[in-house]
C-alpha cells in the first residue's frame, strides 16, 4: 500500500480524510481535526520507504533520448549482458543516433539472434537511414509472416513504401492498419493524396462513427467534399469542426472557402477575416484578399495583398493579385472632364480691336433682359 504523503492528509477534505483514516487501519470517527492528527501521528512512526535511483540502464535510456548519444552508447556497453536483448538494442539506438549505422546493424542482430521479433523493426529503420530499402522491407516482411496484425510492422512497411515512391504499398499498408480499427483517417489522407475522394469519404466515414467529436476527420471531410464540389455538406461538415475548434485558422479558412463555393461571399469574408485575426499564414492571407477582391472591397484586398508581400516577399500570387486589383480600379476610375482652354491668338495675327457700345444699344439690351 502506498502511503499518503503529509501534504496529502493536511489538505485533504473529509471524505478522502475518512478514507485516508480506513485505509491503514485507524479509528475514522470523530471530528475532521482529530482523525486528520491520528493520520499524521501514524505516518510520523512509520520507517520511510526505500530511495529509487535510476540505474544505468535508466540512466541510458534516458540519455538516449535527450542526452549526447555517445554516452548513453557507454553506459549501454556497461550493461550488456549474455541473456537479455533489451540492452542490445539500446545500444543499437545509440549508435544509430551517432550516425554509426553498421554497428547499429550489429547490434539490432544480436537481438535478434537472442530471439527479440520487435529488433527487426529498430533493424528496418536503420537499414532505411542507411539507404537500403529493400532490405528494410524485407525485415518488415518477416515481422508481418509471424504476426500479420502488427500495426507498427505495417506503419513502417507505409513509410518505406512512401521513401521507394510506390503509392500503391502505401494504401494497402495503410488499408492494413484501417481494417485492424485503427488507423483510417491515416488511410483518408492517404487516399486523399492520391486524389481518390469517393475512397478517403467512407474511410473518413468508418473513422467519425467512432470518433464523432473529432475535429480534425470532420475538417478532412469537408475538404474531401470540396474537392468534390460538393458545397452544402463541406459547409456542414466544416461547420461542425469549428465548433469542435473554433480557434483553429486552417478550418476557418477552408470553411470560408466551401461559403465562397457554395455563393456566400459575405459570410465567407467574415469567417476568412477570423481566421486573418488568429494567423497570418500566407495562404490565408492570400484567400482573404481574393475574397475581399470578389466581394468588391479592392482598396482591403490590395492592403491585404500588401501584408503578403511584408510576410513572403515577392510571392508570385500576392505580386500577381496587386496588379489584377490596380487595373480593376483605374477602370472602374471615372474620366476628369477636359478643362476648356482660352484660344490663343496666332502668332502675327492683329489683337481684335474690342467695340464700346453706343448708350442706345445698352439700354435697348437692358429692357430686354427686364
Known sequence: MTLPSAAEVEHAEWPALKAFATELGLNPKGRSGLVRQRVLDHLRIQPAGPEWRAGKAEQAALLTRIGPADLAASLWESTISLDAPAPWVGLGTAYLKANRTEEAIKCYDRAIGMGDSGARLHKAHALLRAGRSDAALMEVDRVLERNPGNVRAWAMRAVIS?????????????????????????????????????????????????????????????????????????????????????????????????????????????????????????????????????????????????????????????????????????????????????????????????????????????????
Open 162 to 370: 512512401e521513401a521507394s515512391g510506390d503509392s500503391d504499398e502505401v494504401l494497402a499498408a495503410h488499408g492494413k492498419i484501417a481494417e485492424s480499427g485503427r488507423g483510417s483517417l491515416g488511410l483518408a489522407k492517404m487516399l486523399m493524396r492520391a486524389g481518390r475522394w469517393e475512397d478517403a469519404l467512407k474511410a473518413l466515414d468508418t473513422h467519425l462513427s467512432a470518433h464523432p467529436e473529432d475535429a480534425l476527420g470532420w475538417n478532412q471531410r469537408g475538404v474531401a467534399l470540396v474537392k468534390r464540389g460538393e458545397w452544402r455538406g463541406a459547409v456542414e461538415a466544416l461547420r461542425k469542426a469549428a465548433a469542435l475548434k473554433p480557434r483553429d485558422p486552417g478550418i476557418l479558412n477552408n470553411l470560408a472557402i466551401a461559403l465562397a463555393g457554395a455563393g456566400r461571399i459575405g459570410e465567407a469574408v467574415k469567417r476568412i477575416a477570423s481566421a486573418h485575426r488568429i494567423s497570418e499564414d500566407p495562404r490565408i492571407l492570400l484567400n482573404d484578399a481574393a475574397l475581399r477582391e470578389r466581394h468588391g472591397s479592392s482598396a482591403t484586398a490590395r492592403d491585404v495583398y500588401d501584408r503578403v508581400l511584408e510576410v513572403a516577399p515577392e510571392h508570385p500570387e500576392a505580386v500577381a493579385g496587386k496588379r489584377r486589383v490596380a487595373r480593376k480600379t483605374k477602370s472602374t476610375r471615372k474620366p476628369r472632364p477636359a478643362l476648356s482652354k482660352a484660344a490663343k491668338p496666332r502668332r502675327g495675327a492683329k489683337p481684335r480691336p474690342r467695340t464700346r457700345k453706343s448708350p442706345a444699344e445698352t439700354k435697348t439690351s437692358k429692357s430686354r433682359a427686364r
